[in-house]
């Protein structure tokens, strides 16, 4: 597929991009600045025509997944909303709001990717992943023993994702809808208190009972 990183200059975006490239995908590097885009894409092995601003990447992409932090979703969606009318778009956003990262603090939407969908209307799918997964493993070629939650409101898009995730080498499940992706976002500043509190770097999830 023809993935578009919107912010794909940063920690998570360059995790995926390097997993979804193993796997064959074509990976398009979004960014406020074509020349950050084209350090990354430079740093990933790619040629410059993997380099875009968002909105470009919006528009040439099969599927877009956002990766920037929770005070600049609201912007950067608004700036590409359009193209990705009929597309699916994959959040990843945690709703942290520093200092206090520890701390569950959801935004008044219920949950970041609720505010996602709220912005984007009817007409783009959103599904939430990756919120549990850390940026620095998947920059790895290691196995990360971590599943990933996939919630969504359309059972096709949601196997879309899950084949995605796949493809970077994590387990998907599907954890219903878009509205459970409270908990997924909600877990992460439980992970931030476990790594703290426990001197671990990268805990994560696991579903068990299989
Ligand atoms: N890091 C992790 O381990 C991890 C794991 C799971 C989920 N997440 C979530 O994934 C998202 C990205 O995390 P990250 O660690 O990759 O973030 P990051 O590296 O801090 O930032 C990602 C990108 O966001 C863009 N950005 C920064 N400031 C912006 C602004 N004012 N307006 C618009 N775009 C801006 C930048 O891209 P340009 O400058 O190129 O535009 C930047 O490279 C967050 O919501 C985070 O909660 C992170």
Redo the contacts with the bound molecule.
């Keep these: 597929m023809k993935i578009a990183i919107l912010?794909?200059?940063?920690?998570?975006?360059?995790?995926l991009a390097s997993r979804w490239m193993k796997a064959n995908h074509e990976v398009l590097i979004?960014?406020?600045?074509i020349a950050?885009?084209k350090e990354?894409v430079a740093e990933l092995g790619l040629p410059d025509s993997h380099a875009y601003l968002?909105i470009d990447a919006a528009e040439h992409c099969d599927i877009a997944c956002?990766?920037?932090?929770?005070?600049?979703?609201e912007?950067?969606l608004l700036s590409v909303d359009k193209k990705l009318k009929d597309k699916i778009l994959i959040d990843?956003?945690?709703?942290?709001v520093p200092p206090k990262v520890m701390r569950v603090q959801l935004p008044k939407e219920g949950s970041?990717a609720l505010k996602a969908q709220g912005l984007l209307g009817e007409d783009t799918i959103v599904v939430s992943a990756?919120?549990?997964?850390?940026?620095?493993l998947?920059q790895t070629d290691k196995k990360i023993d971590c599943d990933v939650l996939v919630s969504g409101d359309f059972l096709e898009a949601r196997t879309t994702v899950i084949g995605l995730v796949e493809d970077a080498g994590l387990k998907g499940w599907h954890a219903g809808p878009l509205c459970n992706s409270v908990a997924a976002e909600a877990l992460?500043s439980i992970l931030i208190a476990i790594n703290k509190k426990h001197a671990l770097q990268h805990s994560g999830i696991k579903i068990t009972g299989i």
């Excluded at 912010?7 to 995790?15: E, H, P």
């Excluded at 979004?30 to 600045?33: E, L, M, N, W």
């Excluded at 990843?92 to 942290?96: M, S």
Aim: net charge positive; proline share 5%.
């Design positions: 912010g794909g200059t940063g920690a998570l975006g360059k995790g979004g960014s406020r600045d950050k885009a990354i968002n956002i990766t920037v932090p929770f005070a600049h979703q912007a950067t990843a956003t945690v709703p942290l970041a990756f919120q549990n997964i850390s940026a620095e998947l992460t």
